[in-house]
């Protein structure tokens, strides 16, 4: 199962419209879309909107292949679980967010994690093709539950510091 | 010690929780932009609030209005928010009422601080960028939320 996930906020017909006409090719998987407003119909494959942080997890955990936004939740969720991911920035230009923060997320992601990421559309086929010929595609690098412990302990300092004035 | 965490739904909320070590041993309220949020934080306190964004100045009202009455009925020492606007009127809240306040801003902006963070870094008492580049006299670059 590949699981498509485009965040909270907006939609973002352009990645839908695309899984869309990948799914045509890929009948024997089984794609399902997370995404709101959807402005068209669908001929190949499941959207549903907003998740329940159990039925998120759920289908997260469940895929095989993550498809997403650039939003931080899917990328830290992916490197969290080591779950092999795919990233598809939303353009400004495009009135797909407010400004390009997400071109800016996906080209550090992209050099820092090794995260694939789709800058256009039809980037997004040949990139899911490879991945599942790959069988069990190459999972992320990982990273801990938490944050990295020079920022809690820094947090955590700055909180401590108030109690003693 | 108490720390009102808060956080919009999505990636805001997950970094959020990746902080939570920082906050042990003291007491810890949360709040976030959705009811079902609070499956994520069992046995904490919890409040939703309506999402909001500088496009909508009515929500954006509505928003610091709840944050409003939730500062001040829990008295936190200290506010916390990787935002983002409701973070920011958070935060806001919290000065006026004499509570330091620290902005985490998203590990998203990694070019330049969101808009939320730049409006934070006017008054927050302590503010953090993810990137290090984005460091300066005012804004403290200690690492990120991944590990």
Redesign the interface.
Known sequence: MIFVTT???APFNRLVRAMDEIAADLKDEEIIVQAFEVDFEPLNLKVVG?L???AYTELFDRARLIVSH????????A?TTGKPIIVMPRKASLQEH?ND??I??A??METL?SIPVAYEATDLKPMILKMLAEGNPKPVPA??????????????N???K??NK | MKVLAIASVGGHWVQLLRLLPAFDQMELVFVSTKESSATMVPGYRYYSVPDASRWNKFRLIQSFLKLSTIVFRERPDVVISTGAAPGLMGLIAAKILGIRTIWVDSMANAERLSMSGKLARKFADRIYTQWPELADEKVVCAGSVLS
Do not use: Y
Request: charged letters at 15%; aromatic letters at 6%.
């Open positions: 965040g909270t906020q907003f329940e942080p159990a650039a939003g931080m939740g899917s990328i830290v969720s490197l407010r923060h997400q800016d997320t080209r550090k994690q990273t801990g539950r938490f944050a990295s412990s020079s920022l809690i302990q820094s947090v955590r700055f909180i401590n108030q109690t």
